[in-house]
């Protein structure tokens, strides 16, 4: 067994013969579109295709749908990018220079390095061939005939999958050339990164992808018009794409109707702190975020709920009594104050000392920003240990403006969204917990008592 | 045309213009470090983020692209509340050390700080340490806490220099500016990392804690050391040069100059230079002369050689870097003496070089033209040594699609795309592009075969619309240089190009106007060494490095009455009778022609080390003494106008004359190819200290490729005895399969080397 294999997260899908103590297989998801049917064996092509896969792609190639056709379908969806600002799909889509005649390229991005978000390594550990089949379609609507599936470099046995998915696809002819008989050849080729944070954005992983350093592009010029290698290219997320199929499918009415207007379709979520059940869970977009917690099956221990951050660690975090109020989709979200983002739900309990969580985002944004912008490179330091004095006991009363002040000068002025990804929990803690600071400041100590 | 407006005055400007670059049309400065108008656009240091009306953020001026209609605000609070938060994010971890630091005074930061800084740090934590790195002996990287991470110096390395030395390593706020693990820079464009560098972090390592820059007092000045003629400003306190930049010319040196043109200064400060006038006595002693005595030594010697010896006996040497008025009057000294043998190519091996062609040699263009040729054909140069300014303007014309073909002995990477490329040894460069030209005749129509080189070469140098051949320095000194100049016109010829000469140094083309050159009956260099003469007037030369056969040349003078005008003692007290301190370029007014034809004049900039005098001076005193005539100019100027007026511009021609002739048979055995490095042009930087500790200028070793190598039953790393004609050397035998067969490299001007002769000698290499 391989150092990787041992200590990264490894494939065992059901621990101890229980689905129901597994992460994804737990069956608890509501009206499953990429989850569905998913046992954890049943990933290989022949079982894809027994669920009904292929069957979109087939369609649209044998049917003669036009590249038009399929981008107003997914208009019609409300598919939003699952990545974590949730920009329109088909929007997206339809800005790709279709008739450009040189070289195009799509790019899958499941570079998912967001504390606390596992969603697209389990759709592409327990369902690789969604996003094949969704990039394939994709990368029809487009005019694209070469495509590169990012994959998050700590997750190694995931690339390894998505590899042996890829052969499988070739093998019957879903990629490669003159797919299912038509004149549409798609390339799909899989990449994986080596861990750094920075590569999931996206032109920093275009970067990557042609072998440079990981540092974000200056946009415009945005990688629709000058992407991988100079060329245009879409990125979307793996969920994304994982979507796609299942419109097709079924129609991008329908989908629509599954969440909520503006917000179609079902989301994987990836719960994660103070809950009895953490894991993946697929549940349609307006869903209550009640309704969430208890099928990852409420709080640990019966503790109170303090605070979640809702969408990925650089999301600003809700107290309890607001985020129970709110459905779990974007706009709902976006009206507390906070963002769906990537979809991982970090949950926290009264035993919760905000402090030291912010520490602990902040250390990771430190760690990981790029170092190419001063003030990401700058800033991101100097937050870090502004709040590690404050945890630490040595706090000054000064320290709770200037953190918000510094927080406030590297948003809006770094090249990628990193800064305001390091900016903005800060902004978020201060402006919901700044008591719990202020005491820290005050007393040196945490307004956590010891027993909890 | 995009028009818009930048703090309430309209402005307009080409479309795909960056904000930037109108404020600049304008006038309107914004605050920026990382943008720098030869370098990419990296976007990275913030500091030139400006209000865009209708944009939610402030943006990049250096990156955003101006739209019509465009309302900018440079200086809005907005724009300022970021300018001033970018600023704070700078200083925070920027070391406080202004008073020790090499940049104070001239820093970009510092600068901008007063601006846009608080009086007061907010920041309280402790500031991040960097630590330091050895890049070699010429750039200090020893304070690289002070890098703001604006990746000029990355940008530099790549984009002109074409060779990433300098690269980011590391994440966030550990991200460094680095070299690649234990190595140095060794770029010959280095330097301009340290004029890019907007902060103290890259400083120069010879300059270092030597003068604070508001002692400095700038004068302006022109390159010596190659035929580019890079605009200088050369920095003085009291009589010491202390620092060479650039100064910006577009047309000639854009803002860039090489290490040799900014560090050979050090060799003006050398112990070596010559600071009072000396005479050698019978007794081989060499002792001080005042002037009166040594030049009335000097005349009388001369007057003695033709009244005994006969009208005729004596010549005169110089250097492709002696200035106009220098070899004008050297001109008139010894014709004036009734002799025409003079010359200042002390390289050149063909005796008919200078009468195969209709006018005097040079670029055949602007320099600036380089950047826009679309095909180029270079001829036994190694164009990155020899005239690394050049390069870098080919360099900038390949990124736009320039295909550039490479005929040479060398081999060495030009650090640019190289469409084709035949290396053949020196005595080949004829037949290579006999066989070249014979192939664009064969090929009008026909499809080429892409196997075979000198075709392949044809194919791309032909479909050009705007194309030149260039002899480099190798082809011009080879026995056979006529030949290789008439196969190339031909070659132009089939091209529809420009036939063009980079031309070896400063003053080579001046000094052909100057009439540096023997005429009809006078003898060059290659003549005299068969045919030694009884007097020699020697200006700058030192000839055992100087001299493509430098062994015989200081033979032939050591064994003649020999007068040398020098700045350092060491170039010739070894051959010479009479020693006359002259001033090298920083210490006299001249003029230089550089390889585009363009006179630019300069005054010394520092008064004379010791006793020494401008070279003109002391020729036109020595003038006077021997009563000759046309001897009375007052100043340079005269001189200069008398050489150059009247349309000096008509004299310049490349057109070979004489028809190519059969070009010769590879000789059986072994070839010496020989360059000069780049540190070792000329006695000035050949004494500039940190230069010669760069690795260009560690002792050469004997390469050659693994074919030739095996036929000689050698190993790679072993010591080998080489021979010549002249004598032989003992050095370490190095594989380099860039090589010809049956072709040895070893380079030239070097003291080790010197013992080989020519540069084109035939060489036997054994064991030791």
Redesign the interface.
Known sequence: MSFLDKYSHGLIANPGNDLSNSMALHGRHIKPQILDGINGENWHLEDYVKRGGYEALRKILTTGLSQEDVIAEIKASGLRGRGGAGFPTGLKWSFMPRTFPGQKYLVCNSDEGEPGTFKDRDILRFNPHAVIEGMAIGAYAMGISVGYNYIHGEVFEIYKRFEEALEEARKAGFLGDNILGSSFSFQLHAHHGYG?Y?CGEETALLESLEGK?GQPR?K?PFPASFGLYGKPSTINNTETFAAVPWIIRNGGQQYLEVGKPNNGGTKLFSITGDVERPGTYEIPLGTPFATLLELAGGMRNGRKLKAVIPGGSSAPVLPADIMMDCTMDYDSIAKAGSMLGSGAVTVMDESRCMVKSLLRLSYFY?????????????????LY??VN?IENGQG?PEDLD?LDTVAG?IM????CALGDAAAMPVRGFLKHYRDEFAHHIEHKQCVVPHYL | MVELTIDGKPVSVPEGSMVMHAAQELGVYVPHFCYHKKLS???????C?VEVEKA???L?AC?T?VTQGMVVHTCSAKAVA?QK??M???L??HPLDCPICDQGGECQLQDLSVGYGQSES?????K?VVFHKDVGPLISAEEMARC??CTRCVRFGQEVGGIMELG?V??????EITTFVGHSINSELSGNMIDVCPVGALTSKPFRYTARTWELARRRSVSPHDSVGSNLVVQVKGDNVMRVVPFENEEVNECWITDKDRWSYEGLNSEDRLQTPMIKGDDNVWREASWNDALTAAAQALGRINETQGIGQIGALATEYSTVEELALLGRLVRGLGSEHIDFRLRQNDAGFETALNGVPWLGMPIAELNNLDRVLVVGSTLRKDHPLFAQRLRQAAKHGTQIVLIDSFGDNPLFPVAARITVAPSQLAATLAQLGRALVAQEGAQADATDPVQKAAAILASGSNSAVLLGNTAVSAPDASNIAAYAQAVANGINGKLGFLTAGANTVGGYLAGAVAKENGMNLPKMLQNPLKAFIVLHAEPKLDCDNGVKAQEMLANAFSIALTPFKSAAQDWARIMLPVAPFTETSGTFVNAEGRAQSFKGVVAGKGQSRPGWKVLRVLGNILKLSDFEDETSETIRDAVLQNGYVARLGNKVVTDPQVPAVAPVGLERVADVPVYRTDAMVRRAESLQLSPASVVPRVRMNAQTIASLELANGIQVKVKSASGEVILELEQDDTLANNTVRISHAFEQTAALGSAFAQLTVERV
């Open positions: 750094a920075i350093k200056f415009p430190f760690e990981e920003s790029c170092g190419q912008c001063t003030p990401c490179r700058e800033g991101t330091g100097w240990r502004i004095r000054r200037m000068n809006g002025r770094t090249i | 656009i990296a976007a990275s240091c913030r500091m983020l939610p953020k402030a990049p990156a692209p970021a938060a970018v704070e994010f700078l925070i971890n907010r920041y309280q934590e402790e991040r703001i991470h980011m590391g994440r966030g706020e550990h991200a």
